[in-house]
């Protein structure tokens, strides 16, 4: 007899517990647990594919004994994509693009499909789209490969048999929400058929050698399971950012098996799908307005590269009891300490006002460096006094109102030389390595967040 143990699982985050709850304790969604009984064995039907293990293996190695090669790597074909990945797809990996409904996930991979350096077929796997659609959009992106071969299917038993008979040489499945495995009593999309269908595709991707890559719907309503229920399976996590206002794409490695994770791709939406951008600081910041009450300038690190942003703010009197905090791109807790600290450091009167506070570009921060440039940018939406032209922001902001040095200075400093930036604020305590720079820039430097005041905006 097969076990039935039920546990709830919240379709946003994942997260676990044994009884039902209104509000997931992790993600602070409503409405979001789903009842999974969980099978102990499998049913007798179930096909080899999704009941066998891709791990069978009985004895054990020496670990000084077991080959180190590196594992065999193909491009992409889109630079900006290697260099997120560590140089390429690994082969026989699981890959998943996760990301908001009309980001670019099927632009993306439409251009891998057409670009990728491999010799064997490219099969690529549609459960939203229809063969002409698909068709339409390769069109436009230019892309007339032979060897791509599409299929609308959402049934993993097709798919399953597909990849066994033809093993391509690189499989996308668009996306992993809409398949179902005909095994599993659960409608497509939700938490067990998820998981259960991309544990199918993991034995797969190894036991066949397939690098294989989903897409993964990052949804708001919560009707299907999201893409976080998986990133524990696969191999590596992209997850797109970006606004719906501009044409600004960035994709950043969350996990990745076979490389560095906290590096970020920037792309460009264009007529011809996405374009990689080089110089990603330079198109944040094109447009920005000039000696604007509100707006900062910093720079963030992102991997092995330094990104220049802009930071916004708008500070108003509140109609309501409780003043608004609402933020775009930053943790709103961190932000709530930060206006504590002005407040009762500086003595500046904004409890009684609401802050909105943006990322501009559509990019998620969260370095501690940009603290600064918060509150520099709030001081300056409160007093109505724009900061001086061409200056960066940098530094860490401590409970006592201190200013505490930050990491990386050269990457940050000398990308805003690039740019033209004349003067950069910064914690007294980075002067030293400050001054041993090679870039010539002003430098102001600043111990606590009173003086900020005092010298930049009296
Ligand atoms: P898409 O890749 O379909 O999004 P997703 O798969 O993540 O849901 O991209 C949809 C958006 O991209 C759509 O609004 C149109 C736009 N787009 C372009 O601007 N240029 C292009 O060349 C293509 C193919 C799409
Ligand atoms: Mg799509």
């Known amino acids: 007899m097969a076990k039935k143990k039920a546990t709830f ?5 994942g997260y676990e517990t044994s009884g039902w709850m209104g509000k997931c304790p992790s993600c602070q969604q409503y409405n979001t647990f789903d009842e999974v009984k969980e099978e102990r064995t499998m049913p007798e039907s179930a096909k080899p594919s999704l009941k066998a293990g891709w791990i069978a293996e009985r004895g054990t190695s020496k670990l000084s004994e077991v080959s180190k090669e590196e594992e065999p790597r193909f491009s992409s074909g889109i630079t900006e994509l290697d260099r997120i990945l ?11 693009v996760g990301g908001d409904p009309g980001i670019g996930k099927s632009t993306l991979l439409m251009q891998v499909s057409g670009a ?36 609308s299917q959402t049934s993993f038993e097709h798919i399953s048999d597909l990849i066994t008979e033809r093993k391509p040489g690189l499989c996308i499945i668009d996306s992993i929400q809409t398949l179902y495995s005909e095994e599993i009593a659960s409608a497509p999309g939700s938490v067990t058929q998820t998981r259960e269908v991309t544990a199918g595709l993991l034995r797969l991707a190894k036991s066949l050698n397939v690098p294989i890559v989903l897409v993964g719907h990052v949804t708001k309503d919560g009707a299907i399971a999201g893409p976080r229920i998986i990133e524990h399976m696969v191999d590596t996590v992209l997850y797109f950012e970006g606004d719906g206002s501009s044409s600004l794409r960035m994709l950043r490695a969350t996990k990745n098996r076979f490389g560095a994770t906290g590096e970020m791709a920037f792309f460009e939406m264009t007529q011809e799908g996405l374009r990689c951008v080089e110089n990603a600081s330079a ?12 707006s900062v300038i910093t720079a963030v690190v992102e991997g092995t590269r330094a990104i220049l942003l802009e930071i916004q703010a708008l500070m108003s009197p509140t109609a309501y009891s409780n003043p608004q905090r609402m933020t775009q791109g930053l943790d709103r807790n961190r932000v709530s300490m930060l206006l504590a600290v002005l407040e009762s450091k500086c003595r500046v009167g904004i409890a009684n006002m609401d802050a909105y506070i943006n990322v501009v570009g559509g990019m998620r921060i969260d370095e501690t460096a940009c603290d600064l440039a918060i509150l520099c940018a709030v001081y300056s939406s409160f007093s109505g ?23 990386d200075l050269e990457k940050r400093i000398s990308d805003a030389a690039r740019l033209g930036f004349s003067a950069c604020v910064l914690p007294g305590a980075s002067k030293s390595a400050a001054e041993r720079l090679p870039v010539k820039i002003e430098y102001i ?10 010298i930049l905006f009296s």
Do not use: W
């Open 116 to 151: 990728a350096n491999v010799s064997g077929e490219i099969l690529y796997v549609s459960g939203e789209e229809s063969k002409s659609q698909i068709r339409m959009r390769a069109d436009r992106l230019g892309i007339s490969r032979e060897s791509i071969s599409l299929c």
């Open 445 to 454: 430097y600043v111990d606590r967040l009173s003086e900020v005041i005092d």
């Open 385 to 407: 006094k724009p900061l001086r032209e061409n200056t960066l922001v940098l530094g860490e902001v401590g409970l006592t109102g201190e200013l505490r040095p930050v990491s």
């Open 9 to 13: 699982v919240c379709r946003n985050c």
């Open 86 to 96: 560590g140089g390429g797809f690994v082969e026989g990996s699981l890959t998943l």
């Open 283 to 294: 198109l944040l910041l094109s447009g920005r307005p000039h000696m604007a009450p509100g």
